[in-house]
């Protein structure tokens, strides 16, 4: 009987205490799995994370219609569509890239043998990125390809790719044979923050927008042809890729104006090349907005072929504080 009883006792001692256990258990996962759930809703939601996390896409804008009916360029235009209007990202993605050419098609050049064609422009980023390779570069006004070019190096030698964006039909046909890896598209930046359709002088190097599509009697002159302009950041959602290393700027004097089309809040460029030397408003125009933009002047380059000011990414604005003396 006794026996009995200390069998009984200490089976309800054991079930107690295997009850406790399972109690902690369960009470150890609700714990796990509450503080992971915190650490997820105050993670950051745009993070920088090279080449990958890239910012929030889409700008959610009330009264926005993503639905659009017959969603064509005209229509971007007339109804002048945000820059991260679906239908404006569809349109440049069929319509306007050209894909880069196959890696094993050599580079068709007229000087093979000149390592660097730019005027100062890529020694002064490579030191500045620190001989980066398997960067990525925009470069606006690209012309042919390679006079001048201010990537061709890094897409060579440093095995880099891009955005190559150059609207002058003549100057378009000779970079269309040069072979290059990277994208490419015969549109100009736009001067808005939507697509327009512009006239423009067809001069090669130096061409350049001079105002409103023009008639059909005016482009029989041969000297203008209607160009489509894009938003920048649009052909950068367009592709994805809204991390640049490099941004090489020179549309003949519109410089300041494609500059400011440009949400910099939402994309990460790195080093910026902007030709000043057209620009109405001048180079402290220009120097002092992209200040404003977080972006220390590295200097100019003045060359007979080349007037830039580079800048690069200020990154450690955040970390700046006004110093204050409390002992006074």
Known sequence: MVTLRIFYFRSIRILMIRRRMLLMCLAAIIGLFLIKRFMMDNEPHHKTTKKKGLYNLMEETPNMSKHVKDCTIEYANEHKLQQDHPCLLDI?????????????????????????????????????????????????????????????????????????????????GNLAKRNRKSWTLQNCLSLEKYPTEVSFEKTEITGKIIGNKVSQSELSAGKLANVQCLPLYSILLAHGQTWVDFFSLDVEGHELQVLKTIPWHKVNITVVAVEWEHVEEGYYAIVDYMKEQGYVNFGRIATPYARDVVFIKDFLDDLRYDYIDYDE
């Open 92 to 172: 440049i993605r069929r319509q306007y890239f050209n894909k880069p050419s196959p890696a094993d098609v050599p580079l068709y050049l007229d000087y093979p043998n000149i390592k660097d064609q730019s005027a100062g422009q890529v020694t002064a980023v490579l030191r500045l990125l620190r001989n980066l390779t398997k960067g990525f570069f925009i470069e606006s006004g690209a012309a042919d390809g390679e006079s001048f070019s201010n990537s061709l190096f890094l897409e060579r030698d440093m095995n880099w790719t891009g955005l190559l964006i150059e609207p002058e039909p003549k100057s378009y």
